[in-house]
């Protein structure tokens, strides 16, 4: 995908919803490759999602990724988010109840829709959750 910022290995991917299939096709990459044992997708409707699924953006990229080789088992969803503050809140409690926090040094990679202000976004935000739980 055009724009997109490369990832260390990780404990999860997350994937925060939108309108580009092309996001949920490089995540799918990624975990074929075996960048990270999870993906979680994020997102139940934005501004550019509003009334163009009958599903929200985490069950479409969820089919979309099973379609692309993801084990089905090995994906989580958040499908109440509709913005990036909720996107980080709601999976952090997620992965916090499941007990998959990421152990290893926070990676995150942004896309050309979700873009460098994103990332900085999602790190300080997942790193105050981090502190205050």
Known sequence: MEGLTLIFQSDVILVLGNHDLRTVEHAAMLWRQGMAPWILFSGKEGANTRG?????????????????????????????????GENVSFSYNILKQRNLLPKKKDTFGADAIHGKKSLCHIHETMARLQRNS
Do not use: H
């Open 52 to 84: 163009k699924w009958k599903k929200s953006e985490a069950e479409i990229f969820k089919d979309r990724a099973i379609s692309l080789g993801v084990n089905k088992n090995k994906i989580l969803l958040e499908p109440k988010a509709t913005n990036t």
